[in-house]
C-alpha cells in the first residue's frame, strides 16, 4: 500500500528564514509524489510533484522540494518565509488511477 | 485558478434530509474525485470516476452515492443525512496519471 507521512503537525518559522516541511513515503515501485497547501476554507491548491529527473523540483510560490530516494523522503522547502505562506500543507502519493493518499497534514505558521 | 465549481459551500440542514451537493468542472477532465475531510485534517478519498457512467468506492466508507452522466458533473448524494455526515467535502478532477488534481472549495456540511 502507498503512505506518506508528515511527522510534524505544526511547523513555526520566522518571516525571512527558510523553511522546510518534511514528508517521508512508502510506497512499492517508483514514486510519484505531490505536495498541495491549503488556505482557510478553501480547497488544496497544488504546488510540485515529482515524477522523475531532478531530485529537486521547483514548483509554485517560491517552493521547492527535494526527492531523496535513500532517505523516502521528499520535503518541502522555501528560501525565504512569508507570513502569507502560512496554511495547510500535504504531501501525497499517487496510487493507481490517478488516486491520492494524502498525508496527515502540517500547519505551517510564519510570524513576523 | 482551475475551473471546479461547488455549491453550496455552506449547508446546515436537519437529520434526515435528503441532501445532493453539486460538483462541476469545465476543463474536459476525464477523471473526478470525491474526498471527505474533518476540519485541519487528512482528506479521505470516498468516491472517484473515470469518466461517464464510471464510478467507484474510494477507500473511506462512505454511505453516499455519486453519479456521472456528464463528464462535467459529479454530483453527491445522501439520502438521509445524520450527524455523523457532519464534514466537509471536496470535489476534485484530473487529466491522466501524474497530472495534479484541481480542487473545488468545499463544501461544510453540519447535520444537526
Known amino acids: 500500500a502507498q503512505s506518506v507521512a508528515q511527522p510534524e503537525d505544526q511547523v513555526n518559522v520566522a518571516e525571512g528564514n527558510p523553511l522546510t516541511v518534511k514528508c517521508t513515503y512508502s510506497v512499492s515501485g517508483n514514486p510519484y509524489l505531490f505536495w498541495y497547501v491549503q488556505y482557510p476554507n478553501r480547497g488544496l491548491q497544488f504546488l510540485l510533484k515529482?515524477?522523475?529527473?531532478?531530485?529537486l523540483v521547483k514548483g509554485s510560490y517560491g517552493f521547492e522540494a527535494e526527492f531523496n530516494k535513500s532517505q523516502t523522503s521528499f520535503h518541502l522547502k522555501k528560501p525565504s518565509a512569508l507570513v502569507s505562506d502560512s496554511a495547510l500543507y500535504f504531501c501525497?502519493?499517487?496510487?493507481?488511477?490517478?488516486?491520492?493518499?494524502f498525508g496527515t497534514g502540517t500547519q505551517l505558521k510564519v510570524e513576523l | 485558478e482551475a475551473d471546479i465549481y461547488q455549491t453550496p459551500r455552506y449547508l446546515v440542514i436537519g437529520t434526515g434530509k435528503k441532501i445532493t451537493l453539486e460538483c462541476s468542472q469545465t476543463?474536459?477532465?476525464?477523471?473526478m474525485y470525491w474526498y471527505q475531510q474533518d476540519p485541519g485534517m487528512e482528506l479521505h478519498l470516498i468516491h472517484y470516476?473515470?469518466?461517464?457512467?464510471?464510478?467507484e468506492k474510494g477507500d473511506l466508507s462512505s454511505e453516499s452515492t455519486v453519479s456521472r452522466i456528464r463528464t462535467e458533473h459529479f454530483p453527491l448524494t445522501l439520502e438521509s443525512a445524520r450527524p455523523s455526515h457532519t464534514s466537509q467535502y471536496l470535489c476534485?478532477?484530473?487529466?491522466?496519471?501524474?497530472?495534479?488534481?484541481?480542487f473545488g472549495d468545499g463544501t461544510r456540511l453540519s447535520i444537526l
Open positions: 476543463m474536459g477532465h476525464d477523471k
Open positions: 515529482y515524477i522523475t529527473g531532478d531530485n
Open positions: 476534485a478532477s484530473s487529466w491522466g496519471d501524474n497530472q495534479p488534481q484541481h
Open positions: 501525497a502519493t499517487r496510487g493507481g488511477g490517478n488516486k491520492l493518499t
Open positions: 470516476s473515470y469518466g461517464v457512467n464510471s464510478t
